[in-house]
């Protein structure tokens, strides 16, 4: 399996992972992360610029990070864009129900969406490794205020033996008992691990960020290595270039536990 392919390929992907997993996604993505998805989502919403005016909230899904986002930053404009109109549908509800504001709703690829209108920052979770990184960053890049913040949060493989035979562990109860409790939920649970295991998602969205323009390029690596954050600046004059190569990105590494 490999998210990198055409277009088609990636939405065929997107759709035969959540097609009827709605209704269940909020309950199934706390309860299989044990919680911690949560606290990535804490994190996330931390590394947001204070007294954002403007965020874009992309592949919000039901509007978990988005309601976050507007609890965090209630005077602040957000705006959520997502592929599937049955996510969507229960973002919206969420929003109506527990969030004020002024938040709008899109349906459609994040890759493609534009604003004429500039973001403080831009925020994603669970998206990269679906992506079209190079144009995502482009027109990131272009909707973005000079320092506006670029933020990208997904899971990651393991890098060190005992971590991944925990991951596959978890993995493994997952995908047999979870199954069976969960039969709309059997696609991800098998498909998942192998997308994660392939996806070169961080070096390839690092390396994105640098073609589009970005600065201060950095990876926050998440409990025990099994999601990270890349954060990513763009910077405040045009002479503020990039200075640097790709090789120097693995010094601006992090990790938190
Ligand atoms: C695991 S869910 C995450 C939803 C939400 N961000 C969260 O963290 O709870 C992944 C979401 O990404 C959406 N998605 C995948 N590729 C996308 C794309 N290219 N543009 C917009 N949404 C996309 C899927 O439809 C799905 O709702």
């Known amino acids: 399996m490999n998210a990198k392919g055409s277009n088609g390929g990636r939405l065929a992907l997107v759709e035969r992972f959540f097609e ?23 994190r996330l919403v931390d590394l947001i610029p204070p007294n954002p005016a403007r965020v874009l909230d992309l592949a919000c899904g039901t509007g978990i990070s988005t ?11 957000l705006v959520g864009v997502e592929l599937r109109s ?15 504001g002024n938040i709008e709703l899109v349906l459609g690829r994040a890759e493609d969406y534009r604003s004429e209108q500039p973001f403080d920052c831009i925020t994603s979770s669970y998206l990269a490794k679906y992506a079209e990184l190079p144009l995502l960053c482009r027109n ?9 913040v670029f933020l990208a949060h997904d899971f990651t493989y393991p890098p060190k033996a005992y971590l991944v035979r925990i991951w596959r ?3 493994g109860i997952l995908q047999h008992a979870g199954s069976r409790l969960f039969p709309s939920w059997r696609e991800i ?10 996806s070169p998602w961080v070096d390839d969205l690092q390396r994105a960020l640098e073609q589009a323009g970005f600065v201060d390029i950095r990876r ?12 990513a600046r763009k ?19 992090a990790h938190h536990l």
């Open 169 to 171: 562990l978890y993995f």
């Open 67 to 77: 309601l976050a986002i507007a609890k965090r930053h209630p005077g602040c404009e």
């Open 20 to 42: 009827g997993t709605g209704p269940s996604y909020d309950f199934m993505v706390n309860a299989a992360t044990l919680g911690i998805d949560r606290l990535w989502k804490r």
């Open 86 to 100: 049955e996510y969507l549908e229960l973002a919206r509800a969420k929003l109506r129900r527990h969030a004020r």
């Open 140 to 148: 990131a890049h272009a909707m973005l205020r000079p320092n506006g």
């Open 189 to 198: 649970y098998f498909g998942l691990p192998e997308l994660i295991e392939q």
């Open 235 to 253: 910077p405040d004059a045009p002479t503020e270039a990039p200075i640097r190569d790709s090789g120097s990105l693995a010094e601006d590494q």
């Open 220 to 231: 926050d690596d998440l409990t025990l290595y099994g999601s990270a954050i890349v954060s």
